[in-house]
């Protein structure tokens, strides 16, 4: 009877514990796009940051988010999953390239739009399942025990 009032727990945790290995390949997965947005960024941002030509403060600023591998990892990292992505992308379309535009319009509906929502229908596919499974298993165990009563 104490159980019962754990049911709830007990269905987080399965779930949780059910969904790790989906959890897992999904960030490997997420992981992959970021790397390969992220090398891009720093790599085809690189020569305008060197450029004396372009505004001394959209080089630092280009710099500062995307100069190395690491900041435009941690940079792609928070547009993915801050949901501040247009702070990020609009300062490269309006002062560095229009081209960017495109970059940025198939990585936020495939990566941010489309992946998330995604791995997000797993989970609760996963959750579901799991209140369904704790849902069977009391009616199961109510069922044995008034068989055990009318014994």
């Known amino acids: 009877r104490t159980f019962s009032h754990f049911r709830h727990l007990r269905v ?8 790790l290995g989906s ?15 992220a090398m891009l960024l720093a790599q085809t941002l690189h020569a305008f940051i060197l450029n004396e030509k372009n505004d001394l403060s959209t080089r630092q600023w280009a710099n500062r988010h995307f100069g ?3 900041k435009s990892l941690w940079t792609v990292f928070e547009l993915t999953f801050s949901g ?17 535009a495109l970059i940025f319009a198939v990585y936020v509906t495939s990566v941010i739009f ?10 609760l596919k996963e959750t579901l399942s799991q209140a369904s499974a704790d849902t ?3 009616v199961n165990e109510r069922a ?5 009563m009318e014994k």
């Open 23 to 37: 959890f897992v390949y999904s960030m490997a997965m997420m992981v992959v796009f970021m790397l390969m947005l």
């Open 144 to 148: 044995k025990a008034t068989r055990n």
């Open 68 to 70: 190395d591998g690491f």
């Open 114 to 123: 489309a992946m998330t929502r995604i791995i997000a229908a797993l989970f």
């Open 84 to 100: 501040c992505w247009p702070n990020y992308v609009r300062p490269l379309i309006e002062d560095v390239s229009r081209l960017y």
């Open 12 to 19: 987080l945790w399965k779930t949780i514990a059910g969904s």
């Open 136 to 138: 069977e298993m009391m």
